[in-house]
């Protein structure tokens, strides 16, 4: 039976939650169990229902024979009165207890809680507890930092990458997580990042007008995608105190993690969008547009004019 399913969504959901420890609670689980198509067995044909013993006839019941009765003989003291039995034997007036609890029609009213049933009370809905992650009351960029290193998703990481650029840069690039060796404060120096600060010089924009940040702010490694509202939820506290005039984000998996999954990154990519207040534009993968002419071009050609918000330099 087990082998017949796929369990790696499971996985990824748990390693998710346990990678999210007590802070955020989900409800939803987005994850089924897959059968395996080569474990998939064949249906039996068309087996004809077994017939049910049908249960015999209960015959009817026998009706008692009357007892013999003992004859009844005329008394000889005087006439019964109203209190005796109507066989002659002189029983006393006796109100005949009710233990039942239900006081019959013919020895008073009945009870009105008798006659009426007591409505089932329906449980108390139960809430959701949620704490407050710390990082959603700190009230600058360096208390941010800070708090989001005690939360479960970065405690077991050797560091947290932070924002490196101007106050309010005038555009801010977002990235999905560090290369080997790289951080926001060299990523500019890389030859990914002088590319694409060749790329903005021609749009009218310094190097110094650029901040860099990243979604993970870590080294890169796989994550659950159970993972992206948290990160997608602190990125949007980050962005507040940076406060750039345009975000840029790099990648699809990028766009979908930020934008979410009911967009399309083909239909999109390059036009003028909304991330929390900010002007946001999703361009390519840049690791993947250093080496490739054609995504170059694309960038160039179709990304950047799609929206509206850049100026080439003639």
């Known amino acids: 039976m087990p082998e017949d399913f796929n369990f790696s969504e499971l996985r990824d959901y748990l390693e998710g939650q346990i990678d999210l420890g007590d802070a955020e609670i989900y409800l939803d689980e987005p994850w089924t169990l897959v059968r395996k198509a080569s474990a998939a067995r064949p249906m039996p ?24 009765l003992p004859p009844t003989f005329p008394s000889t003291k005087t006439a019964p009165s109203s209190n005796d039995s109507s066989d002659g034997l002189n029983i006393p007036n006796m109100p005949i207890p009710d233990n039942t609890g239900f006081a019959g029609s013919f020895f008073g009213d009945i009870p009105k809680a008798a006659t009426q049933a007591e409505a089932p009370v329906a449980p108390a809905p139960r809430g ?7 990082y959603e009351s700190a009230q600058s960029l360096e208390e941010f930092y800070g708090s989001i290193k005690s939360e479960a998703l970065y405690a077991k990481e050797p560091q947290v990458i932070r924002y490196a650029g101007p ?14 060796g790289e951080t926001a404060e060299n990523f500019l120096s890389t030859p990914v990042g002088e590319m694409l600060v060749r790329l903005f010089a021609s749009l009218g924009y310094d190097a110094a007008d650029i901040g860099v940040t990243y979604f993970f702010k870590s080294s890169d490694r796989p994550l659950s995608p159970l993972l992206d509202a948290a990160l997608k939820k602190m990125l949007s506290k980050e962005v507040s105190f940076i406060k750039p005039e345009i975000m840029v984000t790099f990648g699809q998996p990028l766009f979908y993690k ?29 690791y993947a547009m250093v080496n490739d002419k054609q995504m170059k071009w694309l960038t160039w050609k179709i990304h950047i004019p799609r929206s509206g918000l850049f100026t080439a330099k003639v």
């Open 45 to 68: 044909g068309n087996i004809p229902p077994i017939p049910r013993p049908q249960p015999a006839a209960a015959a009817p019941a026998a009706r008692p024979a009357p007892r013999n």
């Open 128 to 134: 959701v507890k949620k704490a407050a992650s710390a």
């Open 167 to 180: 106050q309010n840069p005038k555009l801010l690039f977002l990235l999905q997580a560090a290369k080997p």
């Open 258 to 286: 930020v934008m979410g999954k009911n967009k399309n990154f083909d239909d999109l990519a390059g036009t003028a969008q909304n991330f929390d207040g900010v002007k946001t534009v999703s361009l390519v993968d840049p």
